[in-house]
């Protein structure tokens, strides 16, 4: 069986004190932009916000920035993701996250983004902009647990 060393001080962003940390600030950034945009759209659906908008109206208008938040999010993440491989890939809560975060995209993309656009204010579509917010939310969470575990 063939043995991979991998030395974390060999990657730029380990050897520069301002490279990780402005990284995670606009990984972080994007993520609070994209989750935020998002959350709009799921508490309209639900009737907690904006009731003087249409859900699909929304969406409409926030899909250009959760996109671009979540493109710079998953690049960023790839990229902190080099810093320390294996620490990452050994830990619970950052394998949580990238299936969440996949399981979330998919979501969004598909069941969440028919519901938004149809407008419907049911038990369903409540159901569906509920399980967004909650889906969204454990991903935040994964995050801030990987540091302390």
């Not at 994007?30 to 639900?46: H, Q, Y």
């Not at 969406?59 to 620490?87: A, H, Q």
């Not at 990452?88 to 519901?115: D, E, G, M, P, S």
Request: charged share 15%.
């Amino acid at each position: 069986m063939m043995q991979i060393d991998f030395d974390p001080g060999a990657n730029p962003l380990n050897n520069n004190e301002w490279a990780f940390p402005l990284l995670e600030c606009i990984h972080i950034s994007m993520f609070a932009m994209s989750i935020g945009t998002i959350a709009l759209v799921d508490l309209r659906i639900l009737g907690l916000a904006m009731r003087h908008q249409k859900p699909s109206q929304l969406l409409k208008d926030t899909w250009t920035w959760t996109l671009v938040g979540l493109v710079i999010v998953i690049m960023s993440g790839i990229t902190i993701f080099t810093t320390d491989p294996l620490r990452y890939y050994y830990n619970w809560a950052f394998r949580y996250k990238v299936i969440a975060l996949t399981c979330a995209v998919i979501y969004h993309y598909t069941i969440r983004n028919r519901v938004a656009a149809s407008d419907s204010e049911s038990f369903g579509a409540r159901l569906v902009a509920l399980f967004s917010l909650v889906l969204w939310i454990s991903i935040v969470f994964a995050g801030l647990f990987y540091a302390f575990t």
